[in-house]
């Protein structure tokens, strides 16, 4: 039987990345299997739910490269099906009118509360005459439709992930809701339990993989698929992502959605394969650096790990580095150029971003790392304390004065990497100073500080277009 597994999200929010990781479990449990990856938008909180977090979530799957292999279901369009099977619940008597009013629920509440009870429906309307419900209704009252769940009954399942779970029906809150308040004989509108089983089961879903936040809503959705006589999918619970502190990961944390890592500038391929490793490890690799299709091909559901994933910075940089490193330098500088551009920066060539591309790549750590470290290419950088006192030894300015002096009398229109060395050379030769002088006294003209890219590739590339020269004299001139 084909294996089919989906995403559900509520577009009441920007892509998050515990949504992500959870699609990215999906969609490599249904590759591993030669299954289907689906996409249903729970959109039917309408006060919350919008296009734009629609469109956001979708174009954040096909960013991170998880594809849907059918065209997304919207359960808004879906509500009239949803209240078909509610009806048919109530006509089997296996849910009810419940007229209990806002006020009333509040006062149970309290009084549970005073008690030192847990929050949970006394279930006061669930035998109700028809002659009741009519005298309710002709009192303008209005009612949802809950599930009856007995209290003595235990729920269990094999979870693909933690093994057998087993729930108590006295533990699940009193009956269950299955739709807004409505007036007369009307059905309101329905809520996730009941909209989640139905739905699941029209789109075949053969397994439920999602966060272990929804534990207790799959206990009582299990009861629904077995009142509406529904087979019964595989579940799977996946482990939270946390913070640093152990807590779950939130908005607090300032980055928690697919945008703002895509704007900080880590790669797509990167980030997938980051979030493959957050609550899961595979048996048959040490390898850390995987494609998507090469980690489905090793992914199991039962090797996701029970406890909480805390996200890790540093993994996250060390493998976007990598990623970096193994870019082609022609899709890398593509990418970077766009940087370049919004800054206003202009380049003498396209073999020139190529080049300065290939210089800063082994160095990057995320995309926007090109902005800081490509700009002393673009404008002249100050010169630091540490640069200045170099500019104080003798040699130095002398080092400086004699390179500055041999490329005006040679005219020399562009430098390379062959002709820079030889260069330092001669110099440091023909007037007996140290090559680390002269080396260390160009990196402070080029650079302003004694740290930066490799000194003989930069000067190639600040050669090109004289820029070279503008940075000697400065150092010359300067006190």
């Known amino acids: 039987m084909e294996k089919r597994l989906r995403l559900a999200p509520s577009p009441t929010g920007l892509f998050h990345i515990g949504t992500a990781r959870t699609a990215l479990f999906n969609w490599l449990y249904a590759k591993k299997t030669n299954g289907k990856f689906l996409i249903r938008i729970e959109d039917t909180d309408f006060l919350r739910s919008k296009s734009e977090y629609t469109k956001n979530i979708l174009d954040g799957l096909k960013w991170l490269g998880l594809e849907w292999d059918e065209e997304p279901v919207q359960q808004s369009n879906r509500i009239s099906i949803h209240k078909d099977y509610i009806k048919k619940l109530l006509e089997s008597g296996a849910a009810y009118r419940c007229f209990t009013s806002e006020e009333e629920i509040i ?37 949802v439709i809950r599930f009856k769940i007995d209290d003595k009954i235990e729920i269990t399942w094999a979870d693909q992930i933690r093994g057998e779970i087993k729930w108590q029906g006295k533990d699940l ?25 139905v739905d699941d089961n029209s789109m075949n879903i053969t397994h439920v993989v999602r966060g272990e936040d929804h534990i207790s809503n799959t206990a009582k959705q299990i009861l629904i698929y077995k009142a509406l006589e529904f087979k019964l999918p595989i579940f799977s619970h ?18 928690t959605s697919i945008d703002d890592f895509r704007e900080m500038g880590y790669l797509p391929e990167a980030l997938a394969n980051y979030m493959s490793f957050l609550g899961w490890s595979p048996k048959t690799s040490e390898n850390e650096i995987l494609s998507l299709n090469e980690i489905s ?5 039962s090797d996701i790990n029970k406890a909480g994933a805390k996200f890790n910075w540093e993994k996250l940089n060390w493998i976007n580095a ?16 766009k940087y370049w551009d919004n800054l206003g920066w202009k380049s003498p ?6 080049k300065l591309t290939t210089l800063l ?10 902005i800081d470290q490509s700009k002393p290419f673009f404008s002249l950088p100050q010169i630091q304390e540490e640069g200045q006192e170099l500019l104080k030894n003798k040699e130095s ?27 330092i050379n001669n110099i440091s030769k023909s007037h007996s100073i140290k090559k680390g002088i002269v080396m260390k006294s160009l990196r402070v003209a080029f650079f302003g500080c004694l740290s930066g890219p490799d000194l003989i590739q930069s000067w190639e590339l600040l050669s090109e277009n004289k820029s070279d020269l503008l940075r000697i004299e400065r150092c010359l001139i300067s006190p």
């Open 238 to 255: 996946t482990p939270l992502i946390l913070n640093n502190e152990g807590k779950k990961l939130s908005k607090r944390d300032c980055v």
């Open 173 to 197: 809150g009193g009956d269950l809701v299955l739709s807004r308040r409505s007036s007369g004989y009307e059905i309101g509108d329905p809520l996730y339990n009941l909209a989640v089983v």
């Open 397 to 423: 300015k002398e080092s400086l004065k004699h390179i500055l002096s041999y490329l005006r009398q040679e005219n020399i229109d562009k430098l390379d990497q062959y002709k820079a060395k030889e260069i």
């Open 361 to 370: 790549k082994d160095s990057m750590i995320i995309l926007k790392d090109a």
């Open 349 to 354: 060539s396209s073999d020139w971003d190529l």
């Open 297 to 301: 091909k090793i992914f199991d559901l």
């Open 322 to 337: 990598q990623y970096i490193k193994k870019m082609e330098s022609s899709k890398l500088s593509e990418i970077i150029k």
């Open 107 to 143: 006062e149970l509440r309290e009084e549970q509360k005073k008690k030192g009870l847990p929050p949970k429906h006394d279930n006061r309307h669930r035998n109700l005459s028809e002659r009741e419900i009519e005298e309710f209704i002709s009192q303008g009252r209005n009612s």
